[in-house]
């Protein structure tokens, strides 16, 4: 190392003590050298190829001295007394090449990416896009269908009133119902299974008009059945409490016992 800045009167003569170089000058020869040899890996422990280097010392010694032009002067492509560039090696000229050719591989490469990314993301937003239009038709094709059950359902019910009119007879009229039930309540005469078919029947057909079927359309008919049920249990308890108040006192039944007229009857 001292041969190669200058500093070794006992050395033969050579280059480097006509023209001494600086440590970045060493610095610069080893790392670029023995890096672009592919000294990291061949003098790795598990390296077993034939070019291994088994003593990295001396071999980056061999990388220091050695000299690649003629001229005593150049370092690298550069004259040392003149800093001029080299014209015998021509080694910054090539680097320039290399470097500018190195320049237009990477273009070439993140230009090819690009383009890659930009095919792709064409056919993602195609492949996107061939969704929504299914989904689309499909929509349109569940509309489609929804607006035939639904004029499917008005007909049944024009079809039913016009039978309804035509054979009177042939509507199922429910028992009637005695006591405050056919009161001043004016609860429906309709009664039993024909009333709750009826209003199923309509419940249906409601939602059928609004693009309901399948077992969503059966879950909310059912659904609507039984608070319709619970409606009417309690419309039938409040006219039994309404015709048990109404009742004159003494006016149960009592299997011969005497009923008692105190409060609260």
């Known amino acids: 190392m001292r041969e190669f800045l200058g500093h070794n009167p006992d050395a033969q003569p050579s280059p480097f003590q006509m023209y001494p170089r600086t440590p970045a000058h060493a610095a610069t020869r080893i790392l670029g050298k ?11 422990k598990g390296y077993r190829g034939a070019d291994a280097i088994q003593r990295p010392a001396g ?22 007394d003149t800093g001029a560039e080299c014209q015998q090696c021509r080694y910054r000229e090539t680097e320039r090449i290399q470097t500018a050719h190195a320049h237009w591989v990477l273009a070439e490469q993140r230009a090819e990416r690009e383009r890659l990314s930009a095919e792709a993301a064409v056919r993602r937003q195609a492949e996107i896009d061939a969704v929504y239009d299914e989904a689309a038709e499909e929509n349109v094709r569940r509309d489609a269908v929804r607006a035939a059950r639904a004029a499917e359902a008005l007909e049944t019910a024009r079809l039913r009133e ?19 039930r056919d009161g001043a309540g004016r609860y429906a005469e309709a009664a039993g299974r024909g009333r709750q078919a009826a209003e199923e029947q309509r419940v249906r057909a409601a939602l059928v008009a609004t ?5 969503p359309l059966e879950e909310e008919v059912r659904r609507r059945m039984r608070v319709w049920k619970a409606e009417r249990r309690g ?3 409040a006219a039994d409490l309404a015709a048990v108040a109404a009742r004159p006192v003494g006016a149960w039944p009592t299997d011969g016992h005497a009923q008692d007229t105190e409060p609260p009857f």
């Open 235 to 237: 419309e039938a308890q």
């Open 162 to 180: 016009e039978l309804a009119a035509q054979h009177p007879e042939l509507v199922s009229v429910g028992a009637d119902v005695p006591g405050p």
């Open 59 to 80: 071999y980056l010694a061999e990388l220091l001295f050695e000299q690649a032009c003629e001229l005593p002067a150049c370092e690298m492509g550069v004259l040392l």
């Open 34 to 44: 023995w890096h672009r040899v592919g000294g990291p890996v061949r003098a790795a």
């Open 211 to 215: 693009g309901a079927y399948g077992s």
